[in-house]
Each structure stands twice: as structure tokens, then as C-alpha cells.
């Protein structure tokens, strides 16, 4: 495993998603073996859809949520083929980026 500062080279995948989509990723989440992830929901920003404010309309999903999750490298193209497939006929964003840890035994 790479190591730089005592650090552990992992894969962090963050999601801006509407909120009627976030079941299907957490379970998605689950299958590829993350072991947690974080979701921040009623997020704001400005996309080539236009402006989304944070704020809850009726519900919590009726808003955009924004999750991320960082896993072992070996499973994060399992992952981000799944969402690839799920975004390929939703609206979503999807990041991908290497990242460093300090306790890997957390996301394996």
C-alpha cells in the first residue's frame, strides 16, 4: 500500500444527487464494501441546470444531498461503475480523487 507522511493512499468519491436517489447509492455503497460514508443533505450550488438552494421544499427529498465516501482503491471501480450506470439517465455529479488517510482500518 502506498504510504507518504504515514499516510494511506485510498479512493474518495463525492455525489451531489437529488435526494430520491440516495437509497439506491447507499445501497450501492454497501455492496462495493464501504464501510460508512457521510451525506449532507439540503445543499445548494449552481450547475448547467441552473441554481438549487438548500433549503427543504416538502421533504427531504425533494432537495439535493451531497455524499461522499472514501474505500480502498481496488473497490472503487466497482463503485463508480454502479453510479456511472445509475447517473447515466438521472441528473448527479460525480468526483473521483485519491486521498490519504490516517486509519485505514476504518474504510476496509
Do not use: C
Not at 437529488?18 to 443533505?41: N, S
Not at 438552494?53 to 444531498?65: I, P
Request: proline residues 5%; hydrophobic residues 45%.
Amino acid at each position: 500500500m502506498d504510504e507518504t507522511w504515514g499516510l494511506t493512499l485510498m479512493t474518495k468519491v463525492e455525489l451531489v444527487v437529488h435526494g430520491d436517489d440516495v437509497p439506491a447509492i447507499t445501497e450501492l455503497f454497501g455492496e462495493v464494501g464501504a464501510r460508512g460514508f457521510t451525506a449532507v443533505p439540503n445543499v445548494s450550488g449552481l450547475g448547467h441546470s441552473g441554481l438549487h438552494q438548500g433549503r427543504l421544499l416538502f421533504n427531504e427529498r425533494s432537495a439535493l444531498t451531497y455524499l461522499t465516501v472514501v474505500l480502498s482503491p481496488e473497490r472503487a471501480p466497482a463503485l463508480v461503475d454502479g453510479m456511472r450506470q445509475l447517473l447515466a439517465d438521472r441528473s448527479g455529479v460525480m468526483l473521483v480523487s485519491d486521498t490519504w488517510v490516517s486509519r485505514p482500518e476504518y474504510f476496509r
